[in-house]
């Protein structure tokens, strides 16, 4: 075969393929991802929380994460995970604020991604036998502008204190409210201060819920 037309079939031998695949029809779509599509277009999402019906929030423990996070020889902002957590409170949308929220985590539920790690932490730092449970209980959460700062009461390790939690309101849709949020307090503080400063006594917690109406 003359080079010239050796060239010119090689050429046609690379573009024929390419062009078959991109004129080829797009797998249709599946049943749960059109259904997914539907719903989300008719969600009714809205960020007012005067529009979310009066009533109690149970938390929904598939859609939260409680997450702590710690420095470690100050080289990394290590995660320590919640995997049980339990919560409810009344919502009142005239006054767009929240009562009695009561919030437990189960504190053997701790998660590095290492079992004996875990064990570790729960038994030496925790003592989940002696503390079977973690509290943060507030009267009152005002919801302003999206915003809110949940003052509470946070039992941990056998002692109460004060906490302020910083929070976003997400929204209300199809029965549910969504929040995220953030607190800061010393572990030092509940009697929990081993190795500091080596691991942080500062203890950041990132929170990300849903609750669903009862």
């Keep these: 075969m003359p080079r010239k037309f050796a060239r010119t079939y090689c050429l046609l031998a690379l573009i024929v393929p390419l062009s078959v695949a991109v004129a080829a029809p797009a797998d249709p779509p599946k049943k749960e991802d059109a259904s997914a599509a539907?719903?989300?277009?008719?969600?009714?999402?809205?960020?007012?929380?005067?529009?979310?019906?009066?009533?109690?929030?149970?938390?929904?423990?598939?859609?939260?994460?409680?997450?702590?996070?710690?420095?470690?020889?100050?080289?990394?902002?290590?995660?320590?995970?919640?995997?049980?957590?339990?919560?409810?409170?009344?919502?009142?949308?005239?006054?767009a604020s929240a009562s009695n929220l009561d919030v437990t985590i189960n504190p053997a539920s701790i998660s590095t991604g290492d079992p004996k790690f875990d064990k570790r932490i729960a038994s030496t730092y925790l003592e989940v036998e002696k503390y079977?449970?973690?509290?943060?209980?507030a009267d009152t959460v005002k919801i302003v502008d999206g915003h809110a700062t949940v003052a509470g009461t946070l039992e941990f390790h056998g002692i109460n204190q004060p906490l302020v939690l910083t929070a976003i309101y997400r929204g209300f849709a199809q029965s549910r409210m969504g929040f995220s949020g953030e607190a800061t307090f010393k572990r030092s503080a509940f009697g929990v201060s081993q190795w500091v400063p080596l691991e942080s006594d500062d203890v950041e917690i990132v929170v990300e819920t849903e609750f669903v109406k009862e």
């Design 38 to 95: 539907s719903q989300y277009q008719n969600l009714g999402l809205s960020k007012d929380p005067s529009k979310a019906p009066a009533g109690t929030y149970k938390l929904d423990p598939h859609h939260t994460s409680v997450i702590a996070k710690m420095a470690h020889m100050d080289l990394s902002r290590y995660t320590l995970r919640f995997d049980e957590v339990s919560g409810s409170f009344a919502f009142d949308p005239t006054k």
């Design 132 to 137: 079977p449970a973690i509290h943060f209980t």
